[in-house]
């Protein structure tokens, strides 16, 4: 076996081991220690001696039919042993038998393989060395690694198991260091930001996350402590598409033992309402490297003191030593320091070889760790057994034998590890994760535990998935039964009820997908809890209905006919954009009963026999009285349990109204002089931001009352005024005209009473013309005086009317214009449009601001009336205001029938008229009205054509 022997200073040691120097007996010594079955072969492939494990595992754990002794092998041949214990296809076993006989015909010197073997209650798995020893044979050892793989496997079905419970989450995972660097990534992660995980690996978050956030991450991620171990952070990051989405990020931290932050985890997930899942759940490309544990034996020789007598190449290579430095070393090595599997040292007293030594038993399956000179750490499977005694009966040694399980150790850390860690990912996931399989709860995460209402994990487990839900769930049947999943895509988003343990219903939101769960087909399904999501949607759509339904009656107040038909709008919008069940509105009567006045939706004759006050009595003291009374919103949230709605309370349960609000309707002295009434058929609908909606839309519909109550007053007063100033204007040209009249018949009458004497003097002469031609004559001269009399009198009273003084001012034209044009629709001159043209040069000019607004008024006046019954392209009044140089010039333009040469030339006259009534003196006051202030009035006009009515008056200094 090429061992050398030599002793500490690097003398033989021949001498010292005589007993041991038999080749035979040291070699059958090995092989009783070595824990795995050993035959040692002859040529031929017979066998010749086996060991201790050999005879064991053929004694205990062949099925029946095994020779009685396994002493009953040696002489067979050991090729057809193995060709009927090898429990595999017929490639695997011809290419384990070619091996080995390659082997001992000298062809091979070693052939290693794993093979199965078939055993009395279980199968085993083991790993073969048969090796060449040169003319005496071959060498077959059968290390037992059943145990080690079923370990390693158990551990990686665990570790894939909690494994595709995380990769097929829909939440983005990651796990970074306190200085924010990514140590894992799952693969959604990946998808969400568009990146590899080796693109994210070893760097930080910070690109992610949108810069303005990143100092509040900072800070909230500051917070972690072992007291304060979790936190959640709501922040905006770049998605893969560049689109800036909002994470909710749940954020777990793991601390070292003086409670600095070692690593955090942290579960992230979309909030911004967009659907979440769908993307089918891909099998991505999965980078777990497989831990293949390699076992290499060494073998030891320790000598009666405990000094190392003989080790092979395998022992100097596992122990980190060379094998010079290795031979005649104590049991505590050259700079060893063996460790339990707790790393706690181990005293020299309880190793295996000072055991053996000591009591002369072997030790089998020590595990220790051993701190290497070069500091690194070694794991070893220590077997050992006492050598044959000597004469004084101690044992002659020990021989040792060591399996380097260094490998399987990290291994086995590794996937513990990574068994953790994914079952930490699940554990503090925060939706409900459980695993179905036949139909039955297999697995369950803590969020799990606390949407069902379960106190452990035993509550859940177990239990049919079908009963965890209503029976009307017939989605979720589906999905359990496989027929929502399509080749290559994800099942869809369901959204159902769950029943809870302890009773109650719970909306949630389900997605799921397929996973291998301890080597079998089962389905992983998350939970997510809406029934807030749900909650908030309802009231964000009653609030937007609220929102709505004010613009509405915004808009209705301005296509409102009257107030009825006003209210009459409210309350459809109310009902139709709301959903309120049933609306009225009610008008508070001086007697102290509510009147209701419109209403819509569903009644029933509710209204018939509602009977409500404002004051403070029985049927006063419900919501629509105390609203009145009070001038504020009064809500009753549930019609069965508020005492104070019981008189009503029948009614309106019988017609599904099971809450009701009163909105007042206030006057500008906040007064309430009226209610609105909704009926809800859900209890206490009412959220805070609908209930100021709602008392916004309130003071929005007094408003609008009281609006319309002021527009129908002014159009009573506006009828009034008109029929006022009308009448006032008749009266006022009576007036003028009288005057006139009565001016011009006193200073007139004693001319034409002269004139009239003097004619009839005149007569009287010529009756008797013998009279002297000069009476005749004087009779004719003083008719022609008291004439000319008479023209002197109309001069001076035209000269008083022009010398008459009134007040002036500095008048904006253009605004005195547009003034007097709404004067004269307010009297009712609307038959047709009046425009009006400013020039941009015009200035202020200096008049009486009543004469203008009357002369431009009565001109307004005459072209409306002119236009009765002419229709023709551009009908209409215009009026232009144009710059004269030293005076503006105001033009008035109407499209009627025109005047003729006669009458545009005696428009002026005072008494001359064209209309059936009138007196014509309207012209001539305006006339004169415009003279009075330094101006002009004169007229232009074709037959046909229309009239232009045009007068000047000074700009003001």
């Known amino acids: 076996m090429g061992i050398a022997m030599m002793d500490a200073g690097g003398r033989d040691t021949e001498g010292a081991v005589d007993h041991l120097a038999d080749g035979e007996g040291l070699v059958l010594a090995l092989l009783e220690a070595i824990p795995a079955q050993v035959a040692l072969l002859d040529r031929g492939g017979r066998i010749l001696a086996v060991n201790a494990a050999w005879r064991r595992f053929w004694l205990e754990s062949l099925e029946p039919g095994t020779p009685a002794a396994a002493d009953a092998h040696l002489g067979l041949d050991y090729l057809e042993i193995c060709r ?3 429990d595999a296809d017929g490639l695997q076993v011809d290419t384990a038998l070619a091996g080995i006989s390659a ?50 496997e158990s551990l990686r079905a665990g570790e894939e198991r909690y494994r595709a419970v995380v990769e097929d989450q829909t939440e983005v995972i990651s796990r970074f260091d306190s200085e924010g660097v990514f140590s894992f990534v799952n693969e959604v992660y990946c998808r969400f930001f568009g990146k590899r995980a080796e693109e994210l690996i070893g760097k930080r978050w910070y690109p992610v996350a949108h810069p303005e956030d990143v100092d509040a991450i900072e800070s909230a991620l500051a917070t972690l402590s072992p007291q304060n171990p979790v936190v959640c952070i709501e922040n905006r990051v770049f998605q893969a598409s560049g689109e800036t989405r909002w994470m909710q990020f749940v954020n777990r931290a793991f601390f070292d033992a003086d409670g600095c932050v070692r690593e955090i985890q942290s579960v992230g997930r979309d909030i911004t309402e967009r659907k979440l899942a769908e993307q089918a759940l891909r099998h991505g490309e999965a980078r777990y490297h497989t831990l293949v544990e390699a076992l290499a034996e060494g073998v030891l020789v320790y000598g009666p003191d405990g000094h190392i007598l003989l080790c092979n190449p395998a022992a100097a290579r596992i122990l980190g030593l060379r094998r010079d430095e290795l031979l005649g070393a104590a049991q505590s090595g050259p700079g060893w320091t063996p460790m339990d599997e707790d790393m706690r040292p181990i005293a020299l007293a309880d190793l295996p070889v000072s055991r053996s030594l000591r009591n002369g038993v072997a030790v089998h399956g020590a595990v220790i760790a051993l701190r290497r000179p070069d500091a690194s750490l070694v794991w070893l499977t220590i077997n050992s057994a006492p050598l044959p005694r000597n004469e004084g009966g101690a044992p002659s040694g020990v021989l040792v034998t060591l399996a380097d399980i260094s490998a399987t150790k990290r291994a086995e850390q590794a996937l513990r590890e990574s068994e953790a860690r994914y079952r930490a990912l699940v554990e503090t996931a925060p939706d409900a994760i459980i695993v179905n399989h036949g139909n039955r709860v297999v697995l369950a995460n803590q969020a799990a535990l606390r949407l069902f ?54 909306e949630v939101e389900i997605t799921s997908s397929p996973v291998s769960f301890e080597g079998a087909r089962a389905l992983h399904i998350v939970l997510r809890d809406i029934s807030r999501r749900k909650r908030r949607e309802a009231v964000i759509q009653r609030f937007v209905r609220a929102e709505r339904a004010l613009g509405h009656a915004a808009r209705a107040l301005r296509g409102a006919e009257d107030e009825p038909n006003y209210l009459d709008q409210i309350c459809r919008i109310l009902v139709e954009d709301c959903g309120h069940a049933m609306v009225w509105v009610g008008m508070a009567e001086p007697t102290g009963e509510i009147r ?59 017609r599904g109204f099971n809450a009701v609000a009163a909105l007042p309707l206030v006057d500008e002295t906040g007064r309430a002089f009226g209610v609105i009434a909704l009926y809800t058929r859900e209890r206490d609908p009412f959220t805070e931001d609908e209930e100021q909606l709602l008392d916004l839309l309130a003071l929005e519909v007094a408003a609008g009352v009281r609006t319309l109550r002021l527009r129908a007053e002014h159009a009573r007063t506006s009828a009034a005024m008109a029929a006022l100033r009308e009448e006032m204007q008749s009266l006022v040209e009576w007036q003028v005209a009288a005057q006139t009249a009565a ?26 013309i013998e009279q002297p031609a000069e009476k005749l004559g004087m009779a004719v001269k003083g008719m022609v005086g008291q004439a000319e009399r008479a023209g002197d009198i109309l001069r001076e009273l035209m000269v008083f009317f022009r010398n008459a003084e009134a007040p002036r001012e500095c008048l904006d034209l253009g605004a005195l214009a547009r003034e007097a044009v709404n004067l004269a629709r307010s009297v009712g001159l609307t038959g047709a449009p009046v425009t009006i043209h400013a020039s941009p040069r015009l200035r ?25 019954g002419v229709q ?37 006259d005072p008494f001359f008229t ?21 101006g002009k009035l004169w007229v232009e006009s074709e037959p046909g054509q229309g009239a232009t009515f045009q007068f000047t008056l000074p700009y003001a200094p």
Not at 884 to 902: C, I, K, N, S
Not at 914 to 933: F, N
Request: proline fraction near 4%; aromatic fraction near 6%.
């Open 84 to 86: 009927n214990r090898l």
């Open 743 to 768: 001016g011009i018949a006193h200073e007139m009458n004693q001319p034409l009473n002269a004139i009239t004497v003097f004619g009839e003097a005149a007569l009287r002469c010529l009756a008797a």
């Open 453 to 506: 209402g379960a106190e452990t994990p035993e509550d859940l487990l177990g239990r049919r998935v079908l009963d965890l839900f209503p029976s009307d769930c017939h989605g979720l049947a589906r999905l359990l039964n496989g027929k929502m999943y399509a080749p290559g895509l994800p099942a869809p988003i369901i959204e159902d009820r769950i029943l809870r343990l302890t009773g109650g219903v719970v």
């Open 844 to 868: 202020p000019v200096s008049a009486n601001r009543l004469h203008i607004e009357k002369v431009l008024i009565n001109l307004i006046r005459n072209g409306m009336e002119a236009m009765a």
């Open 103 to 152: 082997v001992i015909a000298g062809d091979r010197r070693s052939f290693t393989a794993e093979y199965a073997c078939r055993g009395k209650e279980r199968g085993f798995l083991f790993r073969l060395e048969v090796s060449r020893l040169g003319r005496a044979g071959s060498l077959a050892i059968h290390w037992d690694v059943t145990d080690a793989r079923r370990q390693a």
């Open 596 to 654: 209701p006045v419109v209403h819509a939706g569903f009644d029933a004759g509710y209204l018939d026999q509602l009977s409500i006050s404002w004051l403070d009595d029985e049927r006063g003291r419900g919501p629509a009285g105390q609203s009145v009374r009070t001038a504020r919103s009064v809500y009753c949230r549930d019609v069965e349990t508020d005492p104070l709605f019981a008189p009503w309370k029948l009614a309106a349960l019988a």
């Open 914 to 934: 064209t209309k059936t009534k009138g007196i014509g003196m309207g012209l001539t006051i305006c006339r004169a009205l415009v003279e009075a202030q330094g």
């Open 872 to 908: 023709r392209a551009g009908h209409g009044i215009a009026i232009h205001l144009e710059d004269d140089g030293e005076r503006a010039r105001v033009v008035v333009r109407d499209t009627g029938a025109g005047l003729d040469g006669v009458t545009a030339s005696r428009v002026f």
